[in-house]
């Protein structure tokens, strides 16, 4: 069933509170703080039974310069420098296994799929990257490590990694630095937003059915989880609220995505309770660059699925053609 | 949790009822009739955005001449023969999108991916082939159409597709016929123990977390569907659980593991009430030629996922290289 | 708790979108194809514990000429023709056991228990109705069967079947054509106004909690089974939901009602997530006859029960002294 | 799944612990006690749409003189005096209306529909009879109120009430009280086999899915209410479990049924959580008169269903001719 | 999620019905008729193993004379007659143990701790009080004995239980009369509101997430228990609406609101199912005296939980210091 | 209903396997570590609304040199050491607040709560301790951060703090040094088992419901949280098993039970499911030192309650008495 307002509000809907005042200034100095370290990036061959691509085992230097892993997937024989592909994972996964997400390496990108740092034993495909950060006591999951302060987050740290892959990204030989698109799913959709509000240039971005947007709104709607961490948070410390919303207003895909400016495309499930519909048009209908939408009025949070894939994959395919 | 017998006991289960006395038989007649009408393999290449490999849609005739659909993948430029890896479907599940099940085909085999007739409306991959066989009074899903007569059962149909499918990879051009292994996981590791059962001369097989298999303690034994189809028909229909259980008994995949020569791997979750682990077993311990068991002790139906294909690729590995 | 609309709204409730332009003419020519055949009924006396009441095994010729089976239940030694009851069952069962559903017989009616064709497996009641025809990929269930194609869809076959089952009635010695109504619950219910929309000249309709109505609103407001199987398909087949709502449409109860004339009674509850009740108003407020509703405040898809019996019983009890 | 034993066990399966020493001296003086009261049977025509049968509006004085509803239902026109049914019903539920339950007297019996005390608000069918008794401190339900004394325990009254209710059958001229058999399923089953127990000179019992039965045994077996109200309660009332056990024991249908010497029939589903196999089988293994089982194998507590009312109307026919 | 209406309107909402006109003279008469029997308190030294606290055993006459049981507890060696505090269970619960609820006569008031007759065998505090009432046909729970005829009513007693209570606190010399609070949460809350409109003289009242209150719209706003008690009865009962809704109205605490003068601090909780926010606030925004209300809008039906202690503690203080 | 073996078993029930041979040696050492850092008692008065206790803000360095917050509550007034009870929390939980656990030291015991790092935003008390230490790609939830690796496991951080917070105990003014006890629930009882395997001269132990007891088997006899965390974790990091259950072998309450000497008291639900029987019995069975078990056979996780806490108090009040 439909989980949210009507289509009619869902196309004008935009949320009412605005970014905190030093939310440009919030990212500007933790990327500058990241920055100050070396990217150290270190690239390995893998040996893989898939003959029809390269696969490479990357890591680079995230937040605090702890090291994320990567997999970069290239068709193989490509010659010279390809469009590429930064991928981030949804809530509980990981980079997966090199078997794993052929699709756009197939398709002729260079696909670079990163870890969340800490993730990766929950969802189906599995990580390598540890989150060395410790937090103040927390509801089971990510969402609330560190939440009563926003320089502690856990998500200002994936942000900063996000960042810094498209960096990562940017460095290989075989990419092209001026045909580098983001995309993600769910969490990784959110992670490709905060990308497109901070990363110049990029040439692309893609967020299907994406998660932490309009986050304030979202945890008074749905009882799914992950948004469901925060309340089961703050029915614990009640006097919280206050500290915990504005934290969450530095990492909220609204605000990011008002800052945007690359060609985005957007997908939400109308049957979607883990990412309400309500919340994905407040970030739609926030970015600041050229737009679309895929609605698929009979899906949950599996939204589009292969045609999202196939749309995400027509979406960027000019930049196969070097455009 | 562990949801059956403890492992000591799996590693001897053996179903205590043999196949019908006209097993053999029904079998040979089934395909004799099937093998009446021409396979009518219709074969086009499809445009995808996969520039690693060739695809081509393909439609041969099944059971009583029914057309069914399946994906030929081959990676793109391959030369000369090649072993072929013919994928069954899991239950609701059908050949899916060009997009999806690239690995196959990436790792060098031509990769012929089945529908199962009827279904490809219910789980993550779509199906394209309809069964234009109606049934009996059936308990909602496929289990039960027909269920009161061998003949008319719904998995004689998909049996003999099977191994029709299997006849025609043979035919192709890009496929040695004489290395053609079946796989398949849940619903399709049944009907590739079908098909090993019932098609001489399988380079090999593989049977992940194998549904179908003695189905009559399966019934008792889980209250997860599809299995649960069945007593939910029978709950109704109380006084023909003998026809019921004789027409089980004709697509028991532990009496096509008996009559099996190629080398098997089979794989099994401790923790799957979908197909209870002493189901599996049973097929895997009579199981007449070489055989392998994985066994995953911490998973449910999903198996062993992504380790299972790793498995399955170096176990037929050899074939690439003609063996 | 109430599970739709506040009960003002419900009260003036309309659905906005008309039925097809072509509706009259597939309906009119789907019988006319299916009064090709004829009727072919057969009856044979059953010899039941039951003393009070005459019990008649009927089949006759549905859609496509395949046979239909129904009770013919009659008081004993009733003589002259009787007011008949048409009954039609729920989702998921059929006509039941011969002693079942003894109410209306014993209140004096002729009571022709229908079965629907293929269902009988699921509910309370079994059936012994085969649906000879397959179909497409479908969910589990009958509500997707053959959706993309007004003339392959299930329920084409069934309303077929219902209004052959009305013919048939009429042509029992024991039946005053004169004084025929139709009955049903839930599934039975929307076919009761099917045939309402598509019968002249009957005595009575009732439709309790009926499904099957304003069936692109229910789609969207519940997650309920039957209705659920919908967009359980289009959560799969995504870019069919055009086909799929056109096809429906064709069925709708809301378009059989501005068709209907004779009186009618439906009955609600406002607290039944399987058939919404604003899809039942919908049906209730187009209805172009006398009607009348019986709106149970507390209750979900039980509905009125027995007090809908009742009321049933007392809105056709005219129909017993030949009025 | 089957919820219990093996079939080979329960075949066998005999509860460990006996009646206590007075239980006979307990039921002969709670009964002695309850006949120092009059029946006070008063019997009113209703008038109902039921044109075969003659209704009537029974109420007798169970325990404490208080009154207790039932409906008789009578073949219209029948002579001389019948068999009689005395029917109890199952948890939550009561007589029902009128129009419920048909089916007995239409097969030729008088049959005396009994209300539960209390009961009749939570089933399908209502019940008209208050329980002017009230408790100490118990969980929501019957199963626990009065439960550490056996005096003041719930179903003390009600077994009083079920004895009353035969007699009570006894003095209606349309009844010849040497042809009297009881029945009831679930907690109808239970008091039918209390019945059994108590009352000299039945012609029958019919125990389907019976309730009460190995009641120790029961509350550590299942979690399915009603017998979970009983953990329940000792789960708050920790240090009671002796005198709650011992209340018990006095109520438990094998220990009535090893008293009891009317032919019985049981049924019971392998499947069944609510009155899990094991206990059925502990009553009937126990039955002291000549008996037999109905084993459904694939049901859960429907049990046989419409199978068990052919097999009761079966096995009670003998009685219709006098027998 | 939030379960009801917008925070804007539930500061406005307020019940559309008013009291039914003889309210006042049923409670009039109903304590009338109570105070007609003598309090009858037994006060019994505990033993108990809190070496600052002294507890008693205390028992009163509430409604019908039937005997109430309560723990006093109060802070050893106090001197002086002290604030007291009277507090009622929640549903399910009762007095509980005496190592239980040390909170308050640690804080230093006469606590006095209520049984509710009948209850105490469902939540986490045992009951010791009988409610030697029965009832007619009650659906499992508390909710709906007698619920036909105000008279009869299970909360017609429990009110004036309360009512007594208070009667009772004020006779002990450790306490002070005219510093005596009544408070509770849930079903305790909603027996704190009834005391505030019942009693005169009060000197504060803590209503945390009450329960009873606008019960005419809760029925019709959650499927949680115990509310659901009603329409679950109602769905059995359905032509007795009228009277069960009619019954209700004299226990609802937004009537007693309106007639209460104490100073009162009332919890909500926005994501509660079981006392939904609008229900709370049209007792709330009725309530005449002096009122505050904490808004937990992260919290289900624990509301403030330690929060609600603590503020509650805080709202009294002012009667420590003899105010 | 029980969820594990029948009492006769759990009454001998003893884990198979044994400690790592390195299992004391590692706990030296990680103890060493700790000790290598100053304890660095914080105490703060805090005022409370508790006028019968004095309550004091603890502080002290745990593992790493963390700080680890805790509460300590005394009877106000009470002179000369006093008897101490060092209690851990269940998981999820915390300290919680000053308001909370008034029970131990209104009985007379210096009572110190102490958090458990990280954790205290998931029950019913909060927790105020942060866990400076990340780890690894873990499931959400403490069970497995770390857990690859012995050294890096989440809960040996636990265990040292548990160790420290009875040398921290021992410290204060108010305590008496030699009679020391620890104690608590679930999660509780299993640290409270650790410290009685590693501190020397405690005065009792009492372990209610432990969690972290014969590890690998609860992984595979529950379902329930939060052991299931473990197989969730393992069901995506597949090839891990041995690792995993190496780590877990190092903080078994079966091996600290083992290494144990002062008198402890044991409690189990055997209708537990988060904590099932045969784990608390295998700790129990191997206890080196005086031990008693008390057996709940109708609850679940909530063993005893508050039966358990008084017999808790039974058992420690010979220590008030300076025994």
Not at 173 to 179: E, I, K, L, Q, Y
Not at 236 to 242: C, E, F, I, P
């Amino acid at each position: 069933m439909h989980v949210d307002l009507p289509l009619d509000s869902l196309l004008e809907y935009r949320a009412a509170t605005g970014a905190p005042a030093d939310f440009d200034e919030f990212w500007e100095s933790s990327l500058a703080e990241a920055r100050t370290r070396p990217l150290g990036l270190r690239v390995a061959k893998v040996d893989t039974p898939v003959r029809t691509l390269d696969v490479h085992d990357v890591v680079f230097n995230g937040y605090g310069g702890h090291p994320v892993r990567a997999w970069l997937k290239t068709p193989r024989g490509a010659d010279g420098p390809l469009p590429a592909v930064v991928e981030f994972p949804g809530y509980g996964n990981g980079r997966g296994d090199v078997l794993e997400g052929l699709e756009w390496a197939s398709a002729g990108f260079a696909h670079l799929s990163i870890d969340a740092r800490g993730q990766g034993a929950a969802g189906s495909r599995a990580g390598a990257t540890p989150d060395p950060v410790g937090s103040a006591a927390a509801f089971p999951g990510f969402m609330t490590r560190g939440i009563e302060d926003p320089a502690a987050y856990y998500y200002r740290r994936l942000v900063v990694d996000a960042v810094r892959a498209v960096e990562a990204a940017r460095t290989f030989d075989a990419v092209d630095p001026a045909r580098v698109a983001v995309v993600g799913g769910s969490q990784g959709g959110g992670l490709a937003l905060a990308a497109a509000g901070l990363v110049d240039g990029l040439a692309g971005v893609v967020a299907c059915v994406p998660f932490l947007c309009h986050i304030d709104r979202a945890v008074t709607v749905t009882d799914a989880h992950p948004y469901a961490e925060i309340p089961r948070y703050l029915a614990v410390h009640r006097t919280r609220a206050g500290a915990v919303l504005r934290t969450l207003s530095y990492i909220d895909g609204v605000h990011f995505a008002a800052r945007a400016g690359a060609p985005a495309l957007f997908t939400v499930g109308l049957m979607d309770p883990v990412c309400p519909p309500s919340t994905v048009f407040a970030a739609h209908n926030a970015y600041a660059g050229p737009k679309d939408m895929l609605v698929w009025p009979y899906n949950a949070h599996e939204g589009g699925g292969v045609e999202d894939l196939r749309a995400s994959l027509a979406f960027l395919a000019p930049l196969l053609d070097g455009k």
